[in-house]
């Protein structure tokens, strides 16, 4: 299981930049005929996003209770918003709903977050009298009006009427990790978190109603009594549409379930995940016997669910087994390793094409070749999972899902598999062919680099670059603003490097939107999870980014940043996600009242915090105030700073702490930003402030907790063992580990740190990474090397290697250059994975500057 946010309900709303479909905008020809009525007499109309909130205007909204929430299709979601409105303006009842078709079908798709799918109108009553009669008048009001079953609620009967215990005013405290979170009140008055979890909780000091027990009874029950001979191990996927399980049947053999809930987890065409499921079920009754397909055991229905129980092969998925052997990831391969890995990547092309022909040769085409559908076994024999969009050749069109870099658009029959076909066969030897969903032409645009660096014989891929080269018609639908020739090229044998950094920065600034009010810059999908302030992934990353490149300043953006966080409660304390990032950055453009502020009020959360991170947690708060008692000597946010530093000792010396090492089989957090590095790296600033030694020896203990988290490699790098591969990078892995233990060596003799530095720096050597960003991409490898090129001359070389291997990412945004955000399905501007931290790494790289990151020089 993976906790990156998946891509494809934010590449909805706008095909050049990460967006969410829960923003209200104006070019919505969706929006329901009720959204813009005014709000009937005696009551007022607000808007909040996207839901449209209609309340008494003598009515007093309880801080929270029993709300009532209801479920709908966007095909009926207009007849539902209806009878609700005229049932709550009838009986004075608080009611919000969502604006638009489009919103509801965003809310619905397979890949739209589980805790919100399926609400279209909730109900506020104001006592648990009110709470019944609502809701067995809605619940013959609405019968019969399908809706998918709400996951964080209780199912009043069978239809779409759902209750749930929660808030009703936005009220916040502090969550387990120090982070605010919507917030309940204990009856002795103590805010506690608002659990919103996708399943169906009761605080433990409410008692449900009398009337709730039929409905909890029915709950309990569900499913009880079913023949259901599968035991469930453990999750291997969720999604809106359902779950992906590794069980075990009562016969002992290893069964992989997927789950189908009724109307949820629609694709591009409408269809549900349990009309996919039924489908998928279908072809593998078709495709029985076929190597390489797993045979079917069951089709089983528990309740309202649906479980297609399919046999487990063997080996890895194919994106697994490319990460593991790779060669153009480790440091310096010979031409052998590179020959020898381009013949087993061909056998492993040859044995998937057979597998395709074969479902071709039954009539089905396959519909969703990529490598995470691949499962490939220790001796290179290969499988397919995942059938969902298989069907019969003649019905065969692209059907709303599917992998980007493997999809063709307008391909219909055996052509979307043949397609799929040409791209894995250069994905194997060069994968970025994500980014043809920025530029259709880029996978075709590879095959002659693919060829040269694996030495394969000329016109070796000739095949593959005539099939996926794009006519006219899919260029014609790129966006104007990608479409235009970059006034700065990189893919030259020495770039200028003056006009390529003005075109970095001219691409930020093209791309801000003030007058949105929930992000400046286009970043990543977590400013939608997080805020669009931070420093991470927000307007303070970006703007200090672009002041300390020498980019310039920009007022009217932070008089934007200002604003956004007048009102903090929503805001973390750490900071790269937070507030002490966000005051460190108002801090230097003149802003202390607004920083101290910020400081100060996320103090409460700091003492109840058990991160001890750089990124959010209290290695990064702790440098934030070392950091500001030294610019203005203030004794109380010294103080402080050293407080932590008791806090973050102990962490050293009990060598726990939560998030750095994760469960086992899926590695460590170890590096800069997630691990003991940051911590320290803040002993290291503390030892600056106080000359105590024992402040350097704590540093390098830190430093030495981290290397326990590192593995060897064979090219003889060490690198964080981050489960099913080794991480190299900024972030988390070894480039962060070598930038502190360089500096560490300065001030104290350590022959681990010594011995161990040449292998961390050699991690950082490969000339291809995935991502081109700063925290997890070939950006961050580069400001490492850059900023101990100094002291390591030997860095210096792979300086230059890095910088020529920019433009193999480097796309265009209105003429600018432009880098793509992690997972590469949109352009990203922010700090950790876009343009803004291109420009540190460039600082770091050709100015040798060791501080591209705060703190990181003394």
């Known amino acids: 299981m993976t906790s990156r946010p998946q891509p494809e309900a934010y590449c909805q709303a706008d095909p050049v930049f990460y967006d969410t479909g829960t923003r209200h905008s104006p070019d919505d020809t969706s929006v329901f005929d009720l959204t813009d009525v005014p709000a009937p007499p ?29 479920s709908g299709l966007p095909d009926n979601a207009h007849r539902v918003i209806g009878l609700c409105w005229d049932h709550c303006v009838a009986h004075g009842l608080p009611f919000k709903f969502l604006r638009s078709r489009d919103v509801v079908t965003t809310h619905s798709l397979k890949y739209a977050p589980r805790s919100a799918s399926g609400k279209i109108v909730t109900v506020y009553p104001t006592d648990e009298r009110q709470l019944r009669e609502t809701a067995e008048a809605m619940a013959e009001l609405l019968d ?62 409410v008692e449900p109603p009398d009337f709730l027990a039929p409905h909890l ?79 079917l055991h069951g089709y089983h229905r528990v309740w309202e669910h649906h479980f297609l129980a399919v046999q487990q092969m063997p080996g890895d998925t194919l994106q697994t087994w490319v990460a593991r052997h790779y060669p ?44 995470s559908n691949i499962l490939v076994d220790d ?100 966006p104007e603003s990608l479409r235009r020739s970059r006034s700065v090229l990189l893919d030259t044998p020495e770039p200028d490097w003056t006009p390529v950094r003005k075109s970095l920065a001219s691409a930020i600034l093209l791309s801000a939107t003030p007058e949105r009010e929930d992000r400046l810059f286009p970043g990543d999908i977590r400013q939608f999870h997080t805020n669009g302030s931070n420093f991470a992934h927000g ?12 980019a310039g300043r920009y007022p009217e953006h932070e008089e934007w940043l200002v604003r956004a966080v007048r009102d903090d409660r929503a805001l973390p304390p750490g900071f790269f996600d937070g507030a002490h990032g966000i005051a460190y950055v108002l801090d230097r453009f003149g802003r202390r009242d607004e920083a101290l502020r910020m400081m100060d009020g996320a103090g409460a959360a700091v003492d109840a915090m058990n991160d001890i991170s750089l990124y959010r947690g209290l290695a990064g708060i702790g440098l934030n105030l070392l950091d500001f008692a030294v610019r203005t ?24 702490a939560p998030g750095i090492a994760a469960d086992p089989g899926h590695g460590s957090r170890a590096g800069l930003l997630h691990g003991w590095s940051g911590v320290a790296l803040y002993f290291l600033r503390l030892h600056g402030v106080t000359e105590d030694s024992a402040h350097l020896k704590l540093a390098v203990r830190a430093l030495h907790r981290d290397l ?52 961390l720096l050699r991690a950082a050597r490969p000339e291809f990474t995935i991502e081109p960003h700063l925290f997890a991409g070939r950006a961050g490898l580069l400001a490492a090397l850059g900023a101990v090129s100094g002291r390591y001359p030997d860095a210096g070389r792979y300086v230059e290697q890095h910088l020529s291997r920019l433009h193999w990412h480097a796309l265009s945004y209105e003429g600018q250059v432009a880098f793509p955000g992690e997972q590469l399905r949109r352009l990203s501007m922010d700090l950790a994975t876009g343009n803004a931290g291109m420009l540190l790494a460039l600082s770091a790289a050709l100015d040798g500057r060791r501080d591209f990151l705060p703190f990181l020089a003394p």
């Open 708 to 759: 326990d988290l590192c593995v060897a490699s064979p090219d003889g790098s060490l690198q964080v063992d981050g489960g099913f591969r080794t991480l190299p990078y900024l972030g988390v892995g070894s480039a962060g580990i070598a930038v502190v233990a360089a500096e560490a060596l300065e001030h104290r003799p350590d022959e681990r740190l010594a011995r161990s530095l040449p292998a």
């Open 539 to 550: 307007a303070a990353g970006v703007l200090w980014a672009l002041h300390t490149t020498g």
């Open 144 to 205: 019969g009006i399908p809706g998918p079953y709400i996951l964080t609620d209780l199912r009043w009967g069978d239809g779409p009427v759902h209750i749930r215990y929660g808030g009703f005013v936005d009220r916040y405290c502090t969550g387990p990790d120090g982070a605010p979170v919507h917030a309940v009140e204990r009856p002795d008055g103590t805010l506690v978190p608002d659990d919103r979890r996708p399943v169906f909780t009761v605080p433990d000091w």
């Open 633 to 656: 000597g203030s004794a109380g946010h010294r103080q402080r700073a050293i407080a932590l530093g008791v806090r973050l000792g102990e962490a050293v010396e009990r060598g726990s």
């Open 379 to 478: 001796q290179d024999r290969v499988a397919l999972v995942d059938f969902e969009l298989a069907v019969p050749e003649a019905e065969a069109e692209r059907l709303g899902l599917g992998d980007p870099g493997f999809s063709g658009p307008g391909l219909t029959g055996f052509a979307i598999d043949r397609y799929a076909l040409a791209a894995l066969r250069v994905w194997l030897l060069f994968p970025l062919t994500a980014l043809a969903e920025l530029d259709p032409g880029r996978t075709a645009s590879y095959t002659d680099l693919a060829q040269r660096r694996f030495g394969l014989a000329p016109g070796s891929l000739d095949e593959a670059r005539r099939t996926l080269t794009p006519g006219t018609d899919r260029l014609a639908k790129v």
């Open 328 to 371: 153009l990831t480790k440091a310096d391969p010979s031409d052998e390793q590179l020959a020898a890995y381009a013949r087993r990547a061909g056998a492993i092309a040859e044995r998937v094409t057979q597998v395709i022909e074969a479902v071709h040769a039954r009539g089905f085409v396959f519909g969703d070749l990529h490598p």
């Open 42 to 70: 005696g009551w007022r109309r607000t808007e909040r996003g996207v839901w449209v909130v209609h309340t008494p205007e003598a009515h007093r909204m309880p801080a929270q209770g029993w709300k009532i929430h209801v």
């Open 217 to 295: 009874d029915a709950r309990r029950a569900a499913g009880a009594g079913e023949d259901f001979p599968y035991q469930v191990e453990r999750a291997l996927h969720f999604s809106n549409g359902g779950g992906v399980y590794q069980a075990r049947h009562s016969d002992g053999r290893a069964t992989v379930l997927k789950e189908a809930r009724p109307h949820a987890g629609f694709d591009g065409r409408g269809r549900d995940a349990v009309t996919r499921l039924e489908r998928e079920r279908r072809a593998m009754r078709s495709l029985a016997g076929i190597p390489g397909v797993p045979e």
